[in-house]
């Protein structure tokens, strides 16, 4: 299982940015695709998820301003962040929760990452 992880780059204090996280098994496949992100020196948060039965979860740092939603034409889950603050500048990662084959596991998958920084 692969996931990549796209759509990062440079922006402006109070601009937009569309990050998209692609499975190679199809979303089909996965209980949940979250998006988390991690600044140098600080702990890895969960800032949003998507479940497969389309609910969504979304961190109190970002309500309002981040939406999380499958793109059923690309079969990717995208993040998109609006209202961008300089304190959301850190590396978002996607993960994938896939049911395991003949097993009731569930198997933890993460993509490489995308470098998301806001200038003030």
């Known amino acids: 299982v692969q996931l990549q992880a796209s759509g990062g780059g440079l922006v402006q204090a109070g601009g937009s940015l569309r990050l998209s996280c692609a499975i190679n098994?199809?979303?089909?496949?996965?209980?949940?695709i979250g998006w988390h992100r991690q600044a140098p020196g600080k702990q890895r948060e969960l800032v949003a998820l998507?479940?497969?039965?389309?609910?969504?979860t979304i961190a109190d740092s970002v309500k309002g301003r981040f939406t999380i939603a499958r793109d059923n034409s690309k079969d990717t889950v995208s993040l998109q962040m609006n209202a961008l603050k300089p304190e959301d500048t850190a590396g978002y990662y996607c993960?994938?929760?896939?049911?395991?084959?003949?097993?009731?596991?569930?198997?933890?998958?993460w993509g490489q990452g995308t470098l998301v920084t806001v200038s003030s």
């Open positions: 998507w479940r497969k039965d389309g609910t969504t």
């Open positions: 993960n994938a929760e896939v049911p395991r084959y003949g097993s009731s596991a569930i198997d933890d998958y």
């Open positions: 098994i199809g979303t089909i496949r996965v209980n949940a």
